[in-house]
């Protein structure tokens, strides 16, 4: 399956910006899908993640209650919905898709190529 994320961008901190992760290929089997994201110099840290049906999400303590992650499985996409953006959160944002409702980034399969986002103070 491929995977392509967008929305990125620069906005200062306060802002929203919605992130997208349109899947193709394989789309027909029932992956389960996270968010990471890798900031300038760290490791790429889990953000959140949802289960095929929608009905387990997961959020890292860092974007809880500022994150929403949903998906749309007839448009074969993913969303993060994020509110109240700190520059702290600026960072690479990577959706990936897997069989495990997990915070690892091993447990997933496939990875989209990223996609920038920028918080100015």
């Known amino acids: 399956v491929q995977l392509q994320a967008s929305g990125g961008g620069l906005v200062q901190a306060g802002d929203s910006l919605r992130l997208s992760c349109v899947a193709s290929?394989?789309?027909?089997?029932?992956?389960?899908m996270g968010w990471f994201r890798q900031a300038p110099g760290k490791e790429r840290e889990f953000v959140a993640t949802?289960?095929?049906?929608?009905?387990?999400?997961k959020y890292a303590d860092s974007v809880k209650g500022r994150f929403t992650i949903s998906r749309d499985n007839a448009k074969n996409t993913l969303y993060l919905q994020m509110n109240s953006l700190k520059p702290e959160d600026t960072a690479v944002y990577y959706c990936a898709a897997g069989y495990s409702v997990s915070m690892g980034p091993r447990e997933y399969d496939y990875w989209g190529q990223g996609t920038l986002v920028t918080v100015s103070s």
């Open positions: 290929g394989r789309t027909s089997s029932s992956y389960d």
């Open positions: 949802i289960s095929w049906s929608g009905s387990r999400i």
